[in-house]
């Protein structure tokens, strides 16, 4: 064993155990970090209180009077607990969260200071936008940014910072973040569900879209972490042959969690609950060294947050007990990826969850009306699902037999497709006869009891109804939730504006109201039937049915990410005032440049890789046997079957050392043709096509070498060692 891996190994054996700090109850631990509805009303006033949740729930402004006694009030809470900083948090475009932090302490003369956080410095702050993507929405030399408030997601302390969430925005008023949009969307969406609401309860006034995210994710000895500069800079190991043993047994899946692992997550947890994340679930993946954990539904703004918040704590926790969380969607060659499951449904503020079924006809017709039209949604905009999901990490996943393919589609059931089916046959007049009208009260009345059994879940489809929600299983783990669930929101918000449309039109024209709320459905699921799919996504067969019902097959991230210039896309976000051309147009160039510049890297670190530790210690092994040979001959030996594998082995290393060598060269060659074209989505497209190869041609090579060459002499850390962690 080498003596960087040695060392590696020791350092994890000889560790002294991280114990998890002692607590009260969980629920007493819950949200003592974040500035909610109970230290709102211990040290806000009633008049503050109350504007704050009037911001929070009706959208109304909060003018400098109020906004100056809230701040105050927050400062004193914090400063309570240990707060000696404040910052603005936010979402730029990179796909993480930001933070600049700043005193409370303002000097004021004659060598004296006070603790200050004033209305307007927690309203409002301007960070130095000049270095964050903007997708040419702003020049370079304009810095100018500025971050808002948002009253919608309380704030928090974390690492005695008191962090305020907020928007972030341009001089000129464009969104550089993912949280303005996803308000805008959330805003639209309320708008047109309560509309529909109103068929069946006029007590609706609010319809919230909700949120449960399951985050997956590696661990891996910190130690080895340092030890592979492909997974330091790229995330994922771009070389490495596969262990004898992985994950074919399956009995790492729900298995005992490891020892080490527990005492992380036990921390990790506790630190979430105090910032009032709900975490609820932990459990072993698939994959060795694969975990996951999952929360309670909410809101999906607070959500997201929450969403953003858990990897920053899980990354500091992790340091702390020599761990190294992996947020990459697939981190090993050969094993799971991970994902971050997305389930999403809609609540009403009188306690309705839209997509769950009822005890009544009545109730069952709002269930339909609802799960139909996002049916609807989602084949009208499948394509704009899959930009959403598109990065260069998820397309090492999408597709392979772990996850949902690039193909989008719908599972709901051979229960529900049959009750679809029925109404799709039964409703054939404008006007519903009373046999009909019976038929169909008894077709619908059955579904709370067929959903009992309606619990397998189709893990091969992209969008599964599971029970009360559809679950967007094709989300990276990486990824910000927000830019999916912007457009689910205004995908649907969209739809049931269209369907509120086409009802109203057959009640005008003398249709009953229930007469003209069935035709309509009839007509989405006969349009939308494409859609839906019950078999193997992972299968051939599949793909071959969606190309003749006309589904789209993205399997790259440059493709994928076109959706969102075209028309259809951009006229979805203008009509709902979710983001203006420009923003639309900013956000695919950053995608799509952020795509070509993790493929450079991964391109330059395999390179680096190759040509400065794998080939020296390849030839160090070769010279090694030859030197063998030599001495052999010296010493008289005879020449044979054993000495011919010798020479077999000192010829392959030649071979593919030599290989490796030239496709490195030519991997250079073609990244320097793709840097000299002046369009970044041919600067992708090349990467994707030319480079790419290069990257697998390059791993074969060197996975082969690893098989063969002495395990003292190869320099990285292998997947028996680093997949194991006890």
Not at 59 to 79: F, H, L, P
Not at 188 to 198: E, G, N
Not at 492 to 518: E, P, R
Not at 598 to 612: F, G, T
Request: aromatic share 10%; proline share 4%; hydrophobic share 40%.
């Amino acid at each position: 064993m080498s003596k960087t891996r040695f060392q590696a190994l020791k350092e994890v054996l000889t560790r002294s155990p991280q114990e998890s700090p002692s607590v009260q109850s969980l629920a007493e631990l819950f949200g003592t970090n974040v500035f909610n509805d109970v230290s709102m009303k211990e040290y806000l006033s009633e008049e503050a209180y109350d504007k704050v949740l009037e911001a929070r729930y009706k959208g109304t402004s909060i003018d400098r009077r109020i906004a100056d006694q809230v701040a105050t009030s927050m400062k004193s809470w914090a400063m309570n607990k240990g707060a000696t900083h404040y910052t603005h948090w936010f979402q730029p475009l990179t796909g993480r969260t930001a933070e600049k932090h700043d005193s409370f302490l303002s000097p004021i003369g004659d060598g004296r200071a006070i603790e200050k956080f004033e209305g307007s410095q927690l309203s409002q702050q301007e960070p130095d936008a000049s270095s964050f993507p903007s997708g040419g929405l702003r020049n370079t030399f304009e810095a100018r940014g500025y971050t808002a408030w948002d009253p919608t997601s309380p704030a928090f302390i974390y690492e005695n910072t008191l962090c305020v969430p907020t928007v972030f925005v341009s001089y000129t008023g464009h969104a550089l973040d993912f949280k303005a949009p996803l308000l805008k969307s959330i805003t639209a969406l309320d708008k047109a569900a309560t509309k529909v609401c109103h068929y069946f309860d006029r007590n609706v006034t609010r319809v919230n879209a909700t949120l449960g995210w399951e985050q997956e994710y590696f661990l891996i000895d910190t130690a080895y972490y340092k030890a592979r500069p492909d997974l330091t800079l790229t995330g994922r190991t771009l070389f490495g042959h596969s262990a004898s043993k992985g994950q074919q047994l399956d009995d790492h899946y729900f298995g005992s969690i490891p020892e080490r692992a527990y005492r992380f997550m036990k921390e990790f947890e506790l630190e979430s609950l105090k910032l009032g994340i709900p975490v609820t679930t932990r459990h072993n993946e698939v994959a060795p060294n694969q975990f996951e954990c999952a929360p309670m539904f909410e809101e999906v703004n607070l959500a997201n947050d929450h969403n953003l918040l858990l990897m920053d704590v899980m990354e500091e926790v992790a340091r702390k007990h020599h761990f190294h969380v992996l947020l990459h969607e697939k981190p090993f060659a050969g094993m799971n990826g991970s994902g971050k499951h997305n389930n999403w449904s809609l609540s009403t503020d009188t306690g309705m969850n839209l997509l769950s079924p009822g005890n009544t006809p009545k109730t069952n017709l709002r269930f339909l009306t609802f799960f139909v039209n996002t049916i609807k949604a989602l084949h009208e905009h499948a394509d704009l699902v899959r930009a959403a999901i598109a990065s260069a990490g998820n397309d090492h996943r999408l597709g392979a037999n772990e996850a949902p393919p690039a193909i989008i589609s719908t599972f709901i059931g051979s229960q529900l497709t049959e009750i679809l089916d029925d109404v799709e046959r039964s409703v054939s007049a404008e006007k519903l006869s009373p046999d009909l009208k019976t038929e169909l009260k008894l077709k619908i009345g059955r579904i709370p009891e067929i959903m009992l059994d309606n619990t397998d879940r189709n893990r091969t489809s992209p969008f599964a109804f599971t029970g009360n929600k559809f679950e967007l299983r094709a989300v990276g783990s990486a990824a910000n939730c927000a830019q999916p669930m912007i457009i689910l929101n205004t995908m649907m918000a969209d739809q049931l504006t269209k369907f509120k449309a086409a009802v109203d039109a057959l009640i005008k024209k003398g249709s009953k109201k229930d007469d003209a709320i069935f035709q309509v459905l009839k007509k989405y699921i006969v349009e939308s039937k494409a859609i839906r799919f019950e078999g193997n996504g992972y299968s051939e067969e599949w793909v071959k049915e969606a190309a003749k019902r006309g589904l789209s097959n993205l399997r790259k991230t440059p493709e994928a990410l076109e959706v969102y210039l075209t028309e259809k896309s951009q006229k979805l976000f203008m009509d709902h005032g979710i983001l203006r051309k420009d923003e639309i147009d900013a956000r695919y160039e950053i995608e799509i440049e952020k795509y070509k510049l993790k493929v450079q890297i991964e391109s330059r670190v395999a390179a680096d890789l190759a040509m400065n530790q794998i080939i020296p210690a390849a030839l160090k092994y070769q010279k090694t046997l030859i030197e063998n040979l030599a001495g052999m001959k010296t010493v008289g030996a005879k020449f044979g079957k054993a000495t011919d594998s010798m020479l077999e082995m000192v010829n392959e290393i030649s071979e593919r050392t030599s290989a490796i060598r030239s496709f490195v060269y030519d991997m250079i060659d073609e990244r320097k043709k793709a840097n000299n074209m002046k369009e970044i989505k041919k600067q992708a497209d090349a990467y994707c096509q030319k480079v790419i190869p290069y990257l697998d041609k390059i791993r074969y090579e060197v996975d082969k070498l690893e098989f063969i060459v002495d395990d003292d002499l190869w320099p990285l850390p292998k997947y028996r060692e680093m997949l194991f962690t006890k």
